[in-house]
Nanobody, 121 residues
Framework: QVQLVESGGGLVQPGGSLRLSCAAS????????MGWYRQAPGKQREVVAG???????NYSAFVKGRFTISRDNTKNTVYLQMNNLKPEDTAVYYC???????????????WGQGTQVTVSA
């Protein structure tokens, strides 16, 4: 079983910055793609950004130019640097990882428990 643990959320004023981290732990696995999603109250979970194992990135339009996703494969960790935060960025942010296991590289999806980001004056 792979565990994903997020950290770095909190309360920040509009225009401020936060950096989220998500570390994967466990045995006998390889992390493939990783990504960040968010869910605001009363809304569906939506993708924020993704990154492949090789470092290719993609972003949803509403964060492009403000957020940066990166990863450290040696630490099985993905980061989300969030700048120029807006009140509409308020949500619970979730980390996701595509996990490959065993000689057959069986593929599964793992989620973190979420970290709250609140943008308010």
């Amino acid at each position: 079983q792979v565990q994903l643990v997020e950290s770095g959320g909190g309360l920040v004023q509009p225009g401020g910055s936060l950096r989220l981290s998500c570390a994967a732990s466990g045995n006998g696995f390889t992390i493939n793609d990783m990504g960040w999603y968010r869910q605001a109250p009363g809304k569906q979970r939506e993708v924020v950004a993704g990154i492949t194992r090789g470092g290719s990135t993609n972003y949803s339009a509403f964060v492009k130019g403000r957020f940066t996703i990166s990863r450290d494969n040696t630490k099985n960790t993905v980061y989300l640097q969030m700048n120029n935060l807006k009140p509409e960025d308020t949500a619970v942010y979730y980390c996701n990882a595509i996990v490959l296991r065993g000689v057959t590289l069986a593929r599964s999806s793992s989620w973190g428990q979420g970290t709250q980001v609140t943008v308010s004056a």
